[in-house]
């Protein structure tokens, strides 16, 4: 028998980006009833997904392996106390539906035993009895079991499904991920502060399903509050395979507060002869809450040189789901002072760094158009952050990565590119080199509309002004809607 199956789980069963089963089922292709995709459905779409292969069956198969590393099994198995109550509620669930099938078995057995006799005289009844014989005789054969529903209610083990209202997201945690954790991870822009059980900013209320608590909290809730089912996501995880929350999300930048935060130096490395990584930890009390995409301003005193200290803005190049480890990139610049403090080693590890923002509105909107990202030297950094992001939440059927690099070395991630092309087959990427930033931008233009040009697509540009001007002008040269086109200026 088909089970029904969310469009989120529906993808991680068929190994399918979450935005590809969306596409299939505006166009036609996939009937949803009420929200909910049959595995039938599925297994008639993608006949060739081979689940001993696929990367969830995988996982769970490997745990089993002695070589498996503890810290790797605490990441994708729950805690045994979790995995415990999962258990029990599926063992609850297949006890109901047993009990439901025996009563029904026996329900058909009698009426077909009453409908013996009086199916001698009747030919109408004799043709109900013969159909009451032959569905039981189907219904008790041995059939092939359906490894889609097998897998389903393996992931129901190791990993729980959550959804949020009243907007309908869903996320799911794995490991021994908090409900604030998988959700940042997966993109969704909860709503949060400390992120430690102080400040009580996490709150949600429980529609449908249990938790269970992972931490210690001195933010109180009141006994009003707990009646009602609130409860803290930075402390509690999901102990139900399923679980339903009520909580507020930002809608966009706006609804991100303005923070200052001390911050210190955690590392700084170099990425290429000319590019630095300065890498930031804000305290575990006090993290930075803001969107992929979004700058914010660094202020630091320096101990040597000239000025009493110094304050640069810059775009943000890791993700929002590790909301600690802040990454920079800055390229090497005689006019820029925070550069040449960089460079000439005057800021190092454990020092002071405040921060102000988030800001900008460069962030990844709603929609579900293949992304196409365009960069240009370390306007990769914002970039780096939306395609993250991309990656997290799932939804984009494709991305597509343009990036052009005025010196020799400013392809200075390409290896984390060839990364995302080897493991993602909806990524693909192009490196373009040219010293002069407005015609590299025709480059782009030219490689966009050679590999893969289509004006239904969201277009994110990042770099110095004549880059991006030159690269807007060209798309809408081409027809693209002025809305499908954001942009960040990084100089």
Not at 117 to 132: E, G, S, T, Y
Not at 179 to 185: K, S, T, W, Y
Not at 312 to 332: E, K, Q, V, Y
Request: glycine content about 6%; hydrophobic content about 45%.
């Amino acid at each position: 028998m088909a089970q029904w199956v969310t469009v989120w789980r529906a993808a991680q069963l068929v190994g399918v980006p979450r935005g590809v089963l969306q596409q299939r089922v505006r166009a036609g292709e996939i009937e949803l009833a009420d929200g909910l995709i049959s595995t039938e459905t599925l297994i008639k779409l993608y006949p060739q997904t081979d689940l001993e292969a696929s990367g969830m069956l995988e996982r769970v198969v490997r745990i089993r392996e002695e070589a498996f590393g503890k810290r790797l099994r605490e990441r994708l198995l729950p805690s045994q106390e979790v995995l415990a109550q999962r258990l029990f509620s599926q063992g609850q669930e297949l006890a109901d539906v047993q009990r439901l099938l025996q009563r029904y078995h026996a329900l058909v057995i009698r009426l077909r035993d009453e409908l013996r006799p009086l199916a001698v005289d009747d030919a109408r009844l004799a043709a109900l009895h013969r159909q009451l014989n032959d569905g039981l005789a189907r219904a008790l054969a041995t059939e092939p079991v359906d490894l889609l529903d097998v897998m389903d209610d393996v992931l129901k083990m190791v990993s729980a499904q959550v959804t949020l209202r009243p907007s309908g997201h869903q996320f799911t945690v794995e490991g021994r991920d908090t409900l604030l954790q998988a959700g940042m991870r997966a993109g969704l822009k909860l709503n949060y502060g400390c992120g430690n059980g102080s400040c009580g900013m996490c709150k949600v209320r429980v529609i449908h399903g249990q938790v269970v608590r992972t931490m210690h909290t001195d933010y109180a809730l009141s006994e009003t509050e707990k009646a009602q089912g609130y409860l803290l996501a930075c402390a509690h995880t999901a102990a139900s395979s399923e679980l339903t929350i009520e909580t507020l999300e930002a809608s966009g930048p706006a609804d991100i507060p303005v923070q200052q935060i001390v911050t210190q130096v955690r590392a700084i490395r170099a990425l290429a002869p000319d590019t630095r990584l300065l890498h930031l930890q804000t305290p575990r009390s006090q993290r930075l809450r803001f969107l992929a995409g979004q700058s914010v301003t660094l202020g630091l005193a320096l101990a040597q040189g000239p000025q009493d200290g110094l304050r640069r803005t810059l775009p943000i190049a890791s993700c929002p789901c590790d909301d600690r480890n802040l990454h920079f990139f800055i390229a090497r610049d005689d006019s820029d002072a925070l550069a040449q403090a960089l460079f000439a080693d005057r800021l190092k590890a454990g020092d002071a760094v405040t921060l102000w923002g988030p800001e900008g509105d460069f962030v990844l909107t709603d929609s579900q158009r293949p992304l196409v990202f365009v960069a240009c030297d370390t306007g990769f950094a914002p970039i780096k952050s939306l395609i993250e992001h991309a990656l997290s939440l799932d939804a984009a059927p494709s991305l597509s990565l343009f990036w052009l690099a005025t010196r020799p070395d400013g392809h200075f991630l390409a290896n984390q590119c060839r990364a995302w092309s080897e493991a993602l087959d909806g990524f693909e990427y192009t490196l373009l080199l040219h010293a002069d930033p407005s015609a590299g931008a025709c480059q782009v233009a030219a490689a966009i509309r050679a590999d893969l040009f289509d004006i239904d697509c969201d277009f994110y540009l990042a770099g110095p002004a004549p880059f991006v001007e030159s690269v807007r002008a060209e798309l809408r040269a081409a027809g693209v809607p002025a809305g499908q086109v954001c942009q960040e200026l990084v100089e």
